[in-house]
């Protein structure tokens, strides 16, 4: 008893001691990856197999793409096909109903479905590791024989079609459809959706062709991650696979992205929102670009994580809105950078002013030392729970064969990240964050017709500014911008010698809506960069961000 009370008053005097500790002990050393070994293997129909061994549960779990089968692909025939496709793939084959295909699936445990990209199409299939053979089998019929029922293809092309209606309603998806064309042009990344009609026009014959086409074994991989044994996994795959016939890839269509020399603001005048839409950005690096470490960063530290210097400067000290963003999309071919916000229409202004000072802060100034380390473990420590699960593995496998990365991808991404430098982060923000020259006209496109390619622009006077030169005044709006030295008020900032685009998404025909471009905004601006000429620590909080 004495013994009880002894521990129990201990406890007590220590209780206190311990909830007053402000200090988090500090995080333990990374632990090492213990990646299983991964073989690939190719047969004789180029199909390219890669094996990971990973059997933390007894599942197997498989990812293949079809490389060839973009959201783009043959869009100028038949536009918004391949998602078409992907949608009712997995809704019976030419030997299987639909509802026979689930009940298979059903009984090995098994999940079966199919998704398109920018870059590929994608089937996800998982089972118990026991049914694999039974698993590889599916897949294979899925993805030779798809027999699309007729009332399946109805229903998808309806949803689509309502997805469509839908979207357009809905500003997240204007301002994202008008970013995409405005930065990619005519590249088969700025297509977004098709129009109505496409769609209602396909028919099963066209869906059969496109996976004759562009579901090819030599120009896919399969990956496959869990409890297998990898030389009997690979006899599997070879009997369900084999006799997949190759075909001719399509052309690679990977025309030039649109160059500019000038900045360009694009509005969706959306009559009655309360909000405005804002996505500013420009075209960036494909994922395998040398400095893909260093621009990942530099958007983690900007916008791309919940303790950015955006979500400090715009959320927490402005209070413009909940969540801003940013994020570096790097894919195959070529990539983009984006920032963006949706704001309270009469905050639109300043939140541009602040997107656009936050971006000269890290093209002028080197990141703190311990934004660096934070960025840094946020990126190592998501990258570790990641590969802690056989689709989170297997995911990160598919996006060396996808992109074409060096092999040693994985094992490389935590040494490349803990190796940057702030001079690391500051040379890629100075070359695709910098400072743009001249003025664009504006473009405006109403919500209900801003799928079209062109229309009328406004009859606005426009005007620009050089580096060092006077300023020149642009009407905009019924009000005078004025841009001084070189500095951008509201338009765009130039990345690697390509200007960023600004969209906006709101009301244009109120006052509010008229505040970004009011003229006294670039003398807000100019005090915002003198701050940023500073020291860090004159006009920032410890954070780096700014004070007022």
């Known amino acids: 008893m004495k013994t009880i009370l002894a521990t129990l008053s201990l406890t007590l005097i220590l209780t206190p001691a311990l909830a007053q500790q402000k200090t988090p002990p500090p995080p ?35 990812i293949l793409t079809f490389r060839s089968a973009t959201t783009a692909s043959d869009r100028n025939q038949h536009p918004g096909i391949a998602q078409i496709v992907a949608s009712v793939a997995n809704e019976g084959t030419d030997t299987r109903t639909s509802k026979q295909l689930k009940e298979e699936l059903r009984s090995i445990g098994g999940t079966l479905s199919l998704g398109s990209d920018a870059d590929s199409t994608t089937m996800f299939a998982s089972s118990l590791a026991e049914f694999s053979s039974k698993l590889f089998e599916l897949m294979s019929d899925v993805a030779q024989h798809p027999s699309f029922p007729e009332t399946e293809v109805k229903l998808a092309q309806e949803n689509t079609i309502q997805q469509i209606r839908a979207g357009r309603a809905d500003p997240n998806f204007l301002v994202n459809e008008r970013f995409q064309k405005a930065i990619f042009g005519d590249h088969p990344y700025g297509f977004v959706v098709p129009d109505e009609k496409s769609i209602s026009a396909l028919t099963r014959a066209d869906l059969r062709a496109f996976v004759t086409k562009y579901y090819i074994p030599n120009a896919s991989h399969l990956i496959v991650v869990g409890d297998i044994n990898v030389d009997k996994t690979f006899a599997e795959i070879e009997k369900a696979f084999g006799s997949w016939k190759s075909g001719t890839p399509p052309p690679d269509e990977n025309p030039a992205v649109p160059t500019r020399d000038k900045r360009h603001i694009y509005f969706v005048n959306r009559p ?37 210097r955006l979500t400090r400067n715009i959320r927490e000290s402005k209070g413009y809105t909940y969540s801003p963003f940013s994020s570096s999309n790097t894919r195959a071919k070529t990539g983009s950078f984006l920032a963006g916000a949706f704001v309270r229409n009469e905050v639109t202004g300043p939140t541009l002013l602040e997107i656009f000072y936050e971006l000269d802060r890290m093209r002028v100034l080197p990141v703190e030392d311990e934004e660096l380390k934070a960025a840094k473990e946020y990126s190592t420590g998501n990258f570790s729970v990641e590969l802690a699960s056989q689709f989170g593995l297997a995911g990160r496998i598919n996006t060396i064969y996808t992109f074409d990365l060096d092999k040693n991808f ?31 006209l504006p473009e405006t496109f109403d919500q209900h017709e801003v799928h079209r390619a062109e229309l009328a622009e406004q009859n606005l006077q426009t005007g620009g500014y050089r580096r060092g030169g006077d300023a020149r005044p642009a009407r905009i709006g019924g ?3 004025f841009g001084r030295a070189g500095h951008p008020v509201t338009v765009a900032v130039l990345a690697g010698g390509i200007e960023l685009d600004v969209v906006v998404v709101g009301v244009l025909d109120g006052r509010d809506a008229q505040a970004p471009f009011a003229g006294g905004a670039d003398e807000a601006l100019d005090q915002r960069r003198l701050a940023t000429a500073r020291s860090p620590d004159d006009g920032c909080d410890a954070h780096g961000g700014p004070t007022n």
């Open 410 to 440: 994985i094992n490389d991404f935590r040494p490349k990240i803990e190796a940057l430098t702030a001079a690391d982060i500051q040379r890629v923000a100075a070359k695709y964050f910098d400072t743009p020259q001249p003025l664009e």
């Open 28 to 62: 333990g050393a990374a632990r090492p990856l213990n990646l299983p070994k991964i073989t690939e293997k190719k047969l004789a129909n180029g199909l390219t197999v890669v094996l990971a061994p990973l059997p933390n549960v007894p599942k197997v779990s498989s």
């Open 479 to 481: 009000h005078d911008h």
């Open 272 to 308: 009655g929102s309360v909000q405005s839409a804002i996505y500013i950005g420009n075209v960036s690096i494909p994922r395998k670009d040398k400095d893909y470490f260093a621009i990942r960063t530099a958007d983690t530290i900007y916008g791309g994580s919940f303790y950015s």
